[in-house]
């Protein structure tokens, strides 16, 4: 095992210096597994539920007050991210610049998670209640950033390879989407468990503290066993000239373009909830419907390094990327054709019918392949982009550049989350604490527009900002050999 961990990921010649071993890799995946237990609590379709049938459940309008909370502590979470950023591009220490933060951040995290799902204390009123929710949301929000922020950064800084970083990545995803589905996937069980399934609360609170302790040991392995590998000789930035270097990256600029549409596919996940308790009528289909993400995931960690590595100098992750893009839009167009008649024709309050469950869970285990490719496709373009900065301008600034995709995920998340919620409330949605609750026609239009064909028409919007996204495979490969060339000039100087 000692042989197979000190060994490389990538033991062939690809005309690159490597770096990684298994360690090294699996270590950082553990990180992004206790990333994935966050937000798998926090982030997803079951805080909505949460928010609305549970916490809110006694108010005239949860949906709608739901929805301010989540855009508003949202928007504030976004803007919160460059901040950060910015302080870990100008930290220096013995640890190095993200390392600290990984290992501090998560018990904070833990803490106020926990907090979060104990639930309103008995008899607080409602200006208390909601003050009290907001207040515990911008919790989760600020703690998290801390260790969000260092540990997407740490992934830039640990090898400058870029068919290594997509190999890190991959095992990265599929690590993060096991641990992950865990707390969801219990709270997705409560269904099929007698206690559970009239003690909602409970099964949130049970989840929100099997996440808490993952992500504080997940993360001690993060922090042990990494290393920062990039060198800064210059001074830290100040923030004024943190901010002036966004403005020089045309390629970053496009990936936080095509993310501003990418948020329009992912109402879609802020609602599934939802569309398999109103529209399916049965939560049970909860499980099925997590679980069959998972291969989009595993094939996605798996097959895109291995793509990557075999097409070597060659492999263009901006092609990768609209690949990606043109088959999700085919596969949800079908979707949609496929399933419309057995949703929106069948009888008010009826559970969907077995071919139609079964065709719905297909779709969307087939939907998350090029989902999740492009996900991970991403995360090697956006380390790109810092590559590109320093290339062009001889600084490197991995948080600040991190912390705009982050602040593109953070955006995504709370205005997704509040459209789909606004539209809900438009149409009527009625809340309820347990079992089903019939909607009505507008409602189940809606929640099936957005399953179906929303998505279809957000991948759509992000092919556009992608026709100029300026880095090809072959000049990211030229960017990485001067800039080498020039660390060996700066560190002979140093020696001089």
Same mark, same amino acid.
Request: include cysteine; glycine fraction near 8%; charged fraction near 15%.
């Given at each position: ?29 553990? =990180?992004? =597994? ?16 949460? #928010? ?20 508003? +502590? ?10 950060? =950023? ?31 799902? %104990? ?82 609360? !409970? ?13 504080? @040991? ?23 000239? +943190? ?9 970053? %600029? ?8 990418? #948020? ?33 995931? #595993? ?92 290339? !062009? ?36 949605? @009625? ?22 064909? #929303? ?18 495979? !072959? ?22």
């Amino acid at each position: 095992m000692k042989k197979f961990l000190d060994s490389k990921t990538v033991k062939k010649d690809v005309g690159e210096e490597t770096y990684l071993t298994w360690r090294e890799t699996i270590s950082y995946a553990l =990180g992004r =597994g206790a990333q994935g237990m966050f937000t798998s609590m926090t982030g997803s379709k079951y805080l909505n539920y949460f #928010l609305t049938n549970v916490l809110f459940s006694r108010f005239s309008d949860p949906m709608g007050l739901a929805s301010k909370i989540r855009l508003y +502590c949202g928007i504030f979470d976004a803007i919160n991210d460059p901040m950060m =950023g910015i302080i870990v591009d100008k930290t220096r220490t013995k640890e190095g610049q993200m390392r600290p933060y990984i290992r501090r951040a998560p018990w904070f995290i833990a803490l106020v998670m926990i907090l979060f799902f %104990l639930g309103i204390p008995n008899g607080m009123p409602d200006w208390a209640c909601i003050a009290w929710t907001t207040f515990l949301f911008i919790g989760l929000d600020v703690t998290y950033t801390a260790f969000d922020i260092p540990m997407g950064a740490l992934a830039f800084a640990i090898t400058p390879n870029g068919i290594e970083r997509t190999k890190l990545y991959g095992v990265s995803s599929i690590v993060r989407s096991v641990s992950g589905v865990l707390p969801g996937l219990f709270v997705a069980c409560a269904g099929w468990l007698p206690y559970f399934n009239t003690h909602t609360a !409970k099964a949130y609170l049970t989840g929100g503290i099997v996440s808490a302790i993952g992500i504080i @040991v997940f993360t001690r392995f993060t922090y042990k066993n990494t290393q920062e590998r990039t060198v800064h000789h210059e001074e830290a930035p100040s923030v004024a000239e +943190c901010f002036k270097l966004l403005f020089k990256n045309r390629p970053l %600029l496009m990936l936080f373009l095509a993310n501003m549409f990418f #948020l329009v596919v992912k109402v879609t996940n802020q609602i599934s909830f939802y569309f398999v308790a109103d529209l399916m009528f049965t939560t049970k289909y909860n499980v099925f419907i997590d679980i069959i993400t998972f291969p989009g995931f #595993l094939i996605a960690g798996i097959g895109v390094p291995k793509l990557v590595e075999k097409l070597g100098e060659k492999s263009d992750p901006r092609k990768f990327y609209r690949t990606c893009c043109v088959l999700a839009i085919v596969l949800h167009v079908l979707f949609y054709i496929t399933c419309y008649n057995g949703y929106i024709n069948k009888p008010a309050g009826a559970v969907v019918s077995l071919p139609i469950g079964i065709l719905t869970v297909i779709f969307t285990g087939l939907t998350a392949i090029p989902l999740e490719c492009k996900n991970l496709m991403q995360k090697e373009m956006e380390a790109e982009t810092v590559d590109y900065v320093e290339w !062009k301008t001889g600084t490197r600034v991995e948080g600040v550049m991190l912390s705009i995709m982050s602040f593109t995920g953070k955006i995504e998340n709370s205005v997704s989350s509040a459209i789909g919620l606004a539209i809900l409330s438009y149409t009527g949605y @009625v809340a309820h604490t347990e079992g089903s609750m019939i909607q009505n026609a507008a409602t189940n239009k809606a929640l099936f527009f957005m399953t179906a064909l #929303l998505p279809a028409i957000g991948y759509a919007l992000m092919l556009i900002p992608m026709a100029f996204y300026n880095i090809s495979g !072959k000049n990211h490969h030229i960017m990485i050999e001067e800039l080498k060339m020039r660390h060996e000039t700066a560190n002979a100087i140093d020696k001089d």
